[in-house]
């Protein structure tokens, strides 16, 4: 019966539940229409930047492949045969040429255009003789500046094969060959005579030679009677004069001739004099 009761009252209290609006309350009718407008979404008002159509181009670094090395062959310049290296030209300056023992003849290369250091080899100096080839790679003034490409005297010299240096240009072409130097005029030998001191006895005069064999020679007071003989070592002593005499004194040599510059020497009792032989 409780139960029953409780039942009943809530029902009675309750207000209804009912589709139907309470009343004095005004409702639109929902259409599909206004179903729209209530749900539509409103953007921001912000202006956005259109978006880019464009696609960018991406740019790509090549792969750099790696190219091949190519050894280009330059061809050499054309070698020429030595030709003016000849025992003949010896009188057109000797120094130029290389004689050995066993007959062996040829022409220094140089280290440098003035002729003036030898080019080495593995041993001794690099030379070049009539036959071998050469490069000619540059000349000045009569000077040519050579590689050598053969070279008959030291065919296996690495040092050698292949080496540069300078050369008369006349000893490789045999062309312009300067004329045979001068012959000098030999130089006149003589005996320069000094007195050394006054050191010997009143009554004698001493002498001594150097830089000649006087053997045989002798040295005389002129116009007198007086001589003195040189031995091996080049010493005379003549005596006989009075005190302190002054004379005058020749040298002869074994062959009985006045020696040059060895006559009419003055001189005196007690000098000691020197002779020196000059070339």
């Known amino acids: 019966m409780i139960a029953l009761t409780g039942l009943l009252l809530y029902t009675w209290l309750t207000p209804s539940v009912g589709n139907d609006p309470p009343a004095g309350v005004s409702v639109n ?3 599909p229409s206004n179903l729209v407008e209530e749900f539509r979404i409103v953007m921001p008002s912000t202006t956005l930047a259109p978006l880019s159509t464009s696609r960018p181009i991406a740019t790509l670094v090549p792969t750099l492949a790696e190219v091949p090395t190519l050894t280009v062959a330059i061809p ?18 000797s120094r130029y040429f290389f004689q050995s023992q066993s007959g062996s003849f040829g022409a ?4 440098d255009p003035a002729l003036s250091v030898k080019a080495p080899a593995s041993n001794g100096y690099a030379v070049i003789s009539n036959g071998d080839q050469v490069v000619i790679l540059n000349q000045s003034d009569g000077i040519a500046e050579v590689r050598i490409v053969t ?6 010299d690495p040092i050698v094969i292949g080496a540069t240096g300078y050369v008369p240009l006349w000893l490789i072409t045999d062309q312009n060959v300067p004329p045979p130097l ?42 007198m009677n007086l001589i003195g003989t ?19 004194i020749t040298v002869y040599n074994q062959s009985g001739q006045v020696v040059p510059g060895g006559s009419g020497v003055p001189a005196k009792g007690r000098d000691i004099m020197i002779g020196e032989w000059r070339r």
């Open 29 to 31: 009718t929902v259409t």
């Open 76 to 93: 050499d310049v054309e070698a020429v045969v030595v030709l003016g290296v000849k025992r003949e030209y010896l009188n057109r300056g």
């Open 108 to 111: 220094y290369l140089w280290s």
């Open 151 to 156: 070279n008959a005297l030291d065919p296996e």
């Open 182 to 223: 001068p012959t000098p005029t030999p130089r006149r030998e003589y005996l320069w005579v000094r007195k050394l001191n006054e050191n010997d006895d009143p009554h004698c005069i001493s002498m001594q030679i150097i830089g000649i064999n006087t053997a045989g020679w002798s040295f005389r007071v002129d116009g």
């Open 230 to 248: 040189f031995d091996n070592a080049g010493n005379a002593r003549l005596c006989g004069l009075a005190p302190d005499q002054e004379v005058t």
